[in-house]
């Protein structure tokens, strides 16, 4: 790949819109839960950097890093929706956990573990059978893996031969729960094994080598070749939501991924000093303040809507 | 007597079932070190091993069947569901195995399991971690469902669940486990199928499930100083449902409101109706049966939406408010 700044500002972005949003989640001005993906914004910028527009994106409740980096994506109407606006993605009517572009082609966040991966299927197919050049990415958790949905999935790609990317974004932990306690596989990309498809482990904190293996794998679907299993290892600094104690891990381990930051890395890739880095850093948080401004102005959905848009 | 909030009186009752009977385990997700999403299962894992409290992958069909598999075959399965809403992964075992087995087999067999899970909205999880399916398994014959509304029942209702021979769907609700009341220490059982009067008054019965029985609780309180009594009714137990007194209450008022959060259309309330409507209590209807439920939509994220898609308080004062007064 191409180094470009533009990867590390992105990743910059997503890094600062979550410290946001945890800060407003202390200061009570957001309900509900979030799922942070702090330390994790390489694999979310590899792979959307390695596609083309008009691809999709189908991905998980961790998936504020993964819109935001997903083709036009606009942060006013991120955060718009985070805070429950009628500007926002969603209309409000979302949330954290459930923020699309449609328009883009990114076809939903997912509150349910493994949701995202039969539809992931019905895409590939709708690709095949209008006969476009498209391929379509679905994002998903190592504790995922573990679901019926996955296998299934996995399956029916493999047997059509569908221009699906399965993304194994794997963080070593579902919740609480060990991924070496929940699957008896080293890597998660060895599952490709009983669907005979190709899958590969990468290191999901560099955001080249996600980039590369996601370029390969779509190169492989747009021309017939796929489907293709890419598992990227990675560490989330968080806790799984706002109401988790950690016990199940320990500091040192977190810090030792914490010294492993994707940020700082790609940043040398590009052979900037620490004030250049700390100067994009800036600018980043600026973009986030100026978009909490945005949703902070935008009204509340109408009450009297509450009804609207159950059927089409 | 001592108090215990919603949480810990189902905790107690888990400890107090693992610790009499060997065959009593618990299996779900992050329910060992984690304790629960909702903390209920917290310590449970310490004091009796992880050969009792099983955490398991996030695999919600293997945890229904398996709960199945371990009560066909001599055990006594608690499996927990994490929210509500993921149950949908586990129907093809509850549904069409877990419910049919005993009657298929010529009532030779039986599947002595019961599966919690917290239902219900309000703390802002959006669609997909809010859902009220209570019907879906009021539908199916063969299951048994159960609705606490308070840490007294939350308790007795889970002893027995267990003790029955039956698959047992008990659903808690997300709003209510920090809520708090008396419960008393020992190993006591509130029976299933037994309908309770939450408070006794003339002019209205108001039938209500989980946390709406709590609403309804206030709703009487705000009406009984404008005069008008509330009877409150929470029948615990949805299904095999234990009517007499729902009827006895309504021949009693001439009254009914039947309040609950899931969307009316196919709702538990349209039941209700049917079985009063039915009944020798018809005669004694001075109003139509009115219903209070949850809007026919999907639960939305913003907190204002959220609040106006499911009934609360002061709907229910309104509502009851109306029928007493004849105004509906
Ligand atoms: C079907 C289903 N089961 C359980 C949950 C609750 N839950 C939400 S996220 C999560 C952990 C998911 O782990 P993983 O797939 O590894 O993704 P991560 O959170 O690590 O990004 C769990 C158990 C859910 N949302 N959906
Ligand atoms: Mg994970």
């Given amino acids: 790949m191409n180094p470009s700044a533009d990867y590390l500002s992105t990743m910059l972005r997503i890094r600062a819109f979550e410290e946001k949003a945890e800060e407003l989640y202390a200061l009570g001005r957001v309900h509900g839960t979030m799922h942070l993906s702090i330390g994790q914004e390489a694999t979310a910028v590899g792979v959307s950097s390695a596609l083309r527009e008009g691809d999709f994106l189908l991905n998980t409740h961790r998936g504020h890093g993964h819109c935001l980096a997903w083709f036009g994506s606009d942060v006013n109407l991120m955060m718009a929706e985070f805070m429950g606006r009628e500007a926002g993605y969603c209309r409000g009517r979302g949330g954290s956990m459930h923020i699309a572009n449609v328009e883009a082609n990114n076809l939903g966040a997912n509150g349910i573990v493994g949701g995202g991966l039969p539809m992931a299927a019905g895409v590939g197919m709708s690709i095949k059978m209008r006969k476009t050049d498209q391929v379509c990415v679905v994002i998903f958790g190592d504790g995922a893996s573990n679901e019926g949905a996955f296998h299934e999935s996995l399956n029916l790609s493999s047997i059509w031969k569908l221009p699906v990317i399965y993304v194994c974004e794997n963080n070593q932990y579902a919740m609480s729960m060990d991924i070496r306690k929940s699957a008896n596989v080293e890597d998660i990309s060895q599952r490709a094994c009983a669907y005979n498809i190709r899958g590969i482990t990468v290191d999901g904190n560099d955001l080249a080598a996600v980039h590369d293996a996601i370029a390969q794998a779509a190169a492989e679907c747009r021309a017939g070749q796929g489907p293709v299993l890419v598992e990227c290892k990675t560490y989330r600094w968080r806790g799984h939501s706002k109401s988790d104690r950690q016990l199940y891990r320990t500091r040192d381990e977190v810090g030792e991924w914490q010294r492993r930051d994707p940020i700082p890395r790609y940043a040398t890739v590009l052979g900037l000093t620490d004030d250049q880095l700390e100067a994009a850093r800036k600018d980043a948080q600026q973009v986030i303040d100026a978009a909490v401004v945005f949703a902070e102005n935008s009204p509340e959905p109408d009450l009297a809507a509450v009804m609207e848009g159950v059927y089409a | ?328």
């Fill in chain 2, 1 to 328: 007597m001592r108090e215990l909030t919603y949480a810990e009186a189902l905790r107690e009752g888990l400890r107090q079932a693992m610790s009499a009977d060997e065959r009593v385990f618990v299996m779900g997700e992050d329910i060992g070190v984690y304790g629960g999403a909702f903390g209920v299962t917290s310590g449970l894992l310490q004091e009796f091993g992880d050969m009792r409290v099983f955490d398991t992958p996030i695999s919600e069909a293997v945890i229904a069947g398996a709960c199945i598999g371990a009560a066909l075959s001599g055990m006594r399965p608690v499996g927990e569901i994490q929210f509500m809403d993921f149950v949908t992964l586990s129907m093809e075992q509850l549904v069409l195995q877990a419910a049919k087995i005993r009657y298929m087999f010529g009532g030779k067999t039986s599947v002595p399991m019961v599966l919690r899970m917290p239902g219900g909205s309000g703390t802002g999880a959006a669609a997909q971690h809010s859902e009220s399916l209570e019907n879906w398994f009021v539908h199916v014959p063969g299951l048994k469902v159960v609705m606490p509304s308070n840490p007294y029942d939350a308790k007795g209702l889970l002893l027995a669940a267990i003790d029955d021979p039956n698959p047992v769907i008990f659903i808690e609700h997300k709003l209510l486990y920090k809520t708090k009341g008396p419960v008393p220490e020992d190993m006591y059982r509130v029976p299933l199928s037994s309908t309770r009067i939450a408070r006794e008054g003339r002019h209205v019965t108001v039938v209500a499930t989980s946390i709406m029985v709590n609403r309804a609780l206030e709703a009487a309180t705000t009406l009984a100083a404008e005069g008008i009594e509330l009877e409150v009714v929470d029948p615990r137990t949805l299904t095999p449902l234990d009517e007499e007194p729902i009827l006895a209450s309504v021949r009693k008022t001439g009254k009914a409101l039947i309040v609950h959060e899931a969307p009316g259309t196919g709702g538990y309330g349209g039941e209700l109706a049917a079985r009063i409507a039915g009944s020798d209590a018809f005669d004694y209807l001075e109003a139509p049966i009115r219903r209070l439920t949850g809007l026919d939509t999907p639960i939305p994220y913003n907190r204002n939406l959220e609040r106006a898609a499911v009934p609360q308080v002061d709907d229910i004062t309104r509502e009851a408010r109306k029928l007493a007064r004849g105004e509906y």
